[in-house]
C-alpha cells in the first residue's frame, strides 16, 4: 500500500474528527486495505455540479467532513464575490441515508460563517429547492442527493441565485475555494442557531401553485379526472409533492404504490431506485393491471426523472423511455400553443447533444427554436437565462428530466408528472392513447430509435480504464462504424468539429466537455461520454429509420435495434 494513503488515514486519527470516525478509520487500518485504499488514495472531487460518492470514511467519501469542507469553499466564495451582501442559502435534502444530517451539517456550517440558512423542516424535491432559490432570493442553494444512483451513495449539488446548477465562472470558482479547505480546522462548525430559518408549506404553496398554472386543458382534465394513475415515489422524495400537484391540477383516481410509498434510504423493494431501469417500475406496473390503470408515473428519489408506462395498442402496460416521453412532452405543449395562437416566433426549446433528434424535428414543423447543449440539465438552465428576449417554453434531455416553463431551473418530475397525466387526459378526450400519439410522430417525422450502454468500471483502475477508453477514441477515431462512413467527429474538449473526409476543423460553440460524437453517412449519431457523477463511460446509439405505413412499425423497429446492435458489434462493445 502506498504511504501516501497510510499517512492520510493517520491524519484522520486525530482529536480533529470525531470518536466514531476514528473508530472506523482503524478498523479499516486494520482489517480491510481494499476498501481503506479506495477511501482514502485520493480527495473526493467536488465536480462542476458539486459532490457526489460512497458514504463512508475518508476523503474519497461522503461524510460530515467532506460535506463540511464543501460548505466552507462554497461560504468563501459567497463572501469573497458578494462582499457586503446579506447573503442566504436555501438547503433540501433527499430520502437517502445520511441526507438529513449532512443537510444540517451544511445549515450549521453556513450559519457558523455568518451566513442566513433556510433549511427545510424535512425532505424536499430537487426542483423544490431550485424553485425555492429564486423564490426566497437567495445566493445560492444546496440539494443534499445523489440522485438516482444506488443505496450506497449521497450527494450534494450547489445552486446559483438563477436556480440552476452551478456554471461557469462560479463552478471553477467554487471548486478552487473547496480545494484551499486543506484540513477540517478551516470549517467553521458551530454558529448562531438564529441563522437557520426552517421552512415549509409557505414555500410549497407557492410551488404547487404555479405547477397548478401550467395547466393547458383544465377541461380536459375536468372530463377525465378519473383517469386511473399508478404513482410511485420509489421511496423518495416525490411523495411529499407529486400527489398533491396532481389532486390540483384536478385528478381524482390515483393510486399511490402502498409497498414504495414511505421514503426509505434503503430502498428495500428496488435493487436501484432509478425510474430508467425496468425493474424499478415492475411494481407499478404489476398494480396498474391488477386495477386496470391507464397510466404509471414513477419518480427518482429527489424526483426531478420520471419514468412512465403507458397502454399498447393491445392493452398492455409497456414502458417508454426518456426521448420518447420527453418527444410527447414536447409535441403536446407546443401544439397547444400553436393552437392557442400563442406562439410569436421568440419562442424556444432546448434539449441536450445526446437527446433525441425528433425533438427538434417537432419544433421545427411548428417553426419553434429548438437550441442543443452539453449533457447535463444545467445547460438547459443556463441557456434560458441566456436568453432574456426570448420564451422558454419546454425542454428535457434523454435520461426522463423534463421542465415546462421556467419558474424551475432544473428538470422538474413534479410538473412533469402532472403535464403527462393532462397530455394522457386530452389525448382521451380526443379518442387517443398516449402510444397512438407517439406511433403518430413516427410516422409524420421517421422512426427515431435511440438506445444507451452503460459501461460500470468502479474504483481507481475503472478510473483508468475510462480515461484510456476516451483517448483511444480521441486519438484513433474509426474511419467506418457499421460499414458506414464516419463523416464527422466531434470532440467537445477540444470544442472542435473535424470533418474526417475533408479534413477541415470549426470550433464548437459550447463549453468544453469530455464527450465525443460520430456522426456517419446514413445519419446514425454516436455519443461517448464518461459519466460526471457515476464510474460509468457511456455510449448513445441513435438512429433513424423511414417509416411509410404503422403496419410497418414493429418491423422498423426491429430493423433500427438490430442496427444499433450492429454499430456496438463493429464498436466491439
Known amino acids: 500500500m502506498e504511504e501516501t494513503i497510510i499517512k492520510t488515514a493517520k491524519s484522520w486519527l486525530s482529536d480533529s474528527y470525531d470518536q466514531e470516525t476514528r473508530k472506523e478509520v482503524k478498523r479499516l487500518m486494520e482489517e480491510d486495505p481494499n476498501e481503506l485504499t479506495e477511501s482514502f488514495y485520493r480527495t473526493l472531487e467536488f465536480g462542476t455540479g458539486g459532490l457526489r460518492g460512497i458514504m463512508g470514511v475518508g476523503p474519497n467519501r461522503m461524510n460530515k467532513y467532506t460535506v463540511g469542507a464543501a460548505t466552507q469553499g462554497l461560504a468563501n466564495y459567497l463572501k469573497k464575490n458578494l462582499p457586503g451582501a446579506d447573503l442566504k442559502v436555501v438547503v433540501s435534502h433527499d430520502s437517502r441515508n445520511n441526507s438529513r444530517y449532512f443537510a444540517e451539517t451544511t445549515a450549521q456550517v453556513m450559519a457558523a460563517n455568518g451566513i442566513h440558512c433556510y433549511l427545510f423542516e424535512s425532505l424536499r424535491p430537487t426542483p423544490e429547492l431550485s424553485f425555492a432559490v429564486r423564490h426566497l432570493h437567495c445566493h445560492a442553494g444546496i440539494m443534499v442527493t445523489a440522485s438516482h444512483n444506488p443505496k450506497e451513495y449521497n450527494g450534494y449539488k450547489v445552486y446559483w441565485s438563477d436556480g440552476g446548477q452551478i456554471v461557469p465562472p462560479h463552478d471553477k470558482g467554487i471548486i478552487n475555494e473547496v480545494n484551499a479547505v486543506s484540513s477540517v480546522d478551516q470549517i467553521c462548525w458551530n454558529g448562531n442557531p438564529d441563522k437557520i430559518q426552517i421552512i415549509s408549506h409557505e414555500v410549497d404553496d407557492v410551488y404547487l401553485d404555479k405547477i397548478a398554472g401550467l395547466a393547458l386543458n383544465p377541461e380536459a382534465v375536468r372530463k377525465h379526472s378519473d383517469l386511473n394513475i399508478v404513482y410511485t415515489p420509489l421511496h423518495g422524495t416525490g411523495i411529499t409533492m407529486v400527489p398533491q400537484a396532481l389532486e390540483r391540477f384536478g385528478f381524482t383516481n390515483v393510486t399511490v404504490l402502498e409497498s414504495q410509498k414511505e421514503p426509505d434510504g434503503d430502498f428495500p423493494t428496488v435493487a436501484s431506485p432509478n425510474p430508467e431501469e425496468r425493474s ?9 393491471d391488477e386495477i386496470g390503470a391507464d397510466l404509471v408515473l414513477a419518480t427518482d428519489p429527489d424526483a426531478d426523472r420520471v419514468g412512465i408506462a403507458v397502454r399498447n395498442n393491445d392493452g398492455e402496460m409497456v414502458l417508454l423511455n426518456g426521448n420518447q416521453t420527453g418527444s410527447l412532452l414536447v409535441n403536446y405543449v407546443l401544439s397547444q400553443w400553436s393552437k392557442n395562437q400563442q406562439l410569436t416566433g421568440k419562442e424556444f426549446v432546448v434539449k441536450t447533444i445526446v437527446t433525441t433528434e425528433l425533438v427538434r424535428k417537432i419544433a421545427e414543423h411548428f417553426h419553434v427554436e429548438c437550441f442543443d447543449v452539453l449533457t447535463g440539465f444545467k445547460y438547459i438552465a443556463e441557456k434560458i437565462e441566456n436568453e432574456p428576449d426570448k420564451k422558454f417554453i419546454v425542454g428535457g434531455e434523454e435520461s426522463y428530466g423534463y421542465l415546462v416553463g421556467d419558474f424551475v431551473r432544473d428538470k422538474d418530475a413534479v410538473s412533469a408528472c402532472c403535464m403527462i397525466a393532462e397530455m394522457a387526459a386530452f389525448l382521451a378526450e380526443n379518442g387517443k392513447t398516449l402510444f ?28 483508468e480504464e475510462i480515461q484510456k477508453m476516451m483517448d483511444t477514441f480521441r486519438s484513433c477515431p474509426p474511419q467506418y462504424i457499421n460499414g458506414d462512413q464516419v463523416l464527422v467527429m466531434k470532440d467537445y474538449a477540444s470544442r472542435t468539429s473535424t470533418d474526417l473526409v475533408k479534413g477541415t476543423v470549426t470550433p464548437i460553440l459550447l463549453p468544453t466537455s469530455n464527450v465525443l460524437q460520430f456522426f456517419t453517412a446514413d445519419g446514425t449519431k454516436i455519443t461517448v461520454r464518461p459519466s460526471g457523477t457515476e464510474p460509468k463511460i457511456k455510449f448513445y446509439f441513435g438512429v433513424k429509420e423511414n417509416l411509410s405505413n404503422l403496419s410497418e412499425l414493429s418491423k422498423t423497429e426491429k430493423i433500427a435495434h438490430e442496427k444499433i446492435i450492429q454499430i456496438r458489434q463493429s464498436l466491439d462493445l
Open 436 to 463: 397512438q400519439q407517439l406511433q403518430e410522430l413516427y410516422l409524420q417525422h421517421g422512426l427515431f430509435h435511440e438506445e444507451l450502454l452503460s459501461l460500470t468500471k468502479k474504483g481507481k483502475s475503472g478510473a
Open 280 to 288: 424499478a417500475m415492475e411494481l407499478a406496473m404489476k398494480k396498474a
